[in-house]
């Protein structure tokens, strides 16, 4: 089972700041927050992840919140082509656990 | 860098029928996991193998096995096929350290419907 929140859908305007959450209230310590993103037909593309300080790289930055228990991943600038589902993954080894994801639609 | 290279693409076979799907993983990977995705399951962690060794399983029947080569080259095998196995069949390599702190990179897949 996913152990991780996410909405089920959002919307953002192009050239906006798209700020995804994602509740991981029983994270463990030992566990990374991993995030990957679907588009229809392809594999999933891994952004981004962090254990507990934030991080930044060229596709997004990952905010962790101090207790760990949640995340948000912001993409600074979104264009259509983010327009995809969104994982959250919280894991300590490689048998990741995906949940439903978030659809994000980035409209023009 | 070349990335997760899956064949074939498409697969059709016949209920009762055997496949077998093959992944070549970035250079220097040395984990390799495959994952199922259905539209009514989501995705699903089948196994995964690091030098050979199978570390780590899911909750999937015996019909589904696998095996990971010295180059690290990996093959995956359904056998009896059922319709409930028609998905889409992701790999995934890692470089493989004890813990996840590098990144899953997947292929895209192999899209096997069973009829």
């Known amino acids: 089972d996913a152990k991780t929140t996410q909405p089920p859908s959002m919307d953002c305007a192009e050239g906006r700041a798209a700020n995804l959450p994602c509740n991981h209230s029983t994270i463990s310590g030992n566990e990374y927050v991993y995030w990957y993103r679907q588009i229809h037909s392809q594999g999933p593309q891994y952004i981004i992840h962090?254990?507990?300080n934030n991080e930044t790289n060229e596709m997004a930055s990952l905010i962790i919140t101090e207790d760990r228990k949640s995340s948000t991943l912001i993409l600074p600038h979104a264009t259509l082509r983010d327009t995809a589902v969104y994982y959250c993954?919280?894991?300590?080894?490689?048998?990741?656990?995906f949940g439903a994801g978030t659809t994000v639609t980035v409209r023009a | 860098k070349a990335g997760v290279t899956q064949t074939p693409r498409y697969l059709i076979k016949t209920r009762g029928q055997q496949v077998t799907l093959s992944c070549s993983p970035i250079?220097?990977?040395?984990?390799v996991s495959w994952y199922q995705q259905t539209p009514g399951q989501g995705l699903q962690f089948l196994f995964e193998y690091f030098s050979e060794t199978q570390r780590n399983k899911g909750n999937f029947p015996g019909r589904f096995s696998g095996r990971q080569f010295s180059n690290s080259r990996s093959e995956m095998n359904v056998s009896t096929l059922e319709l409930g196995d028609s998905a889409l069949y992701l790999c995934?390599?890692?470089?493989?350290?004890?813990?996840?702190?590098?990144?899953?990179?997947f292929g895209n897949g192999t899209r096997l419907t069973v009829t």
């Open positions: 962090g254990l507990k």
């Open positions: 993954i919280v894991s300590f080894d490689y048998k990741l656990s």
């Open positions: 250079s220097g990977h040395r984990s």
């Open positions: 995934a390599s890692s470089v493989g350290g004890q813990d996840l702190d590098s990144p899953l990179h």
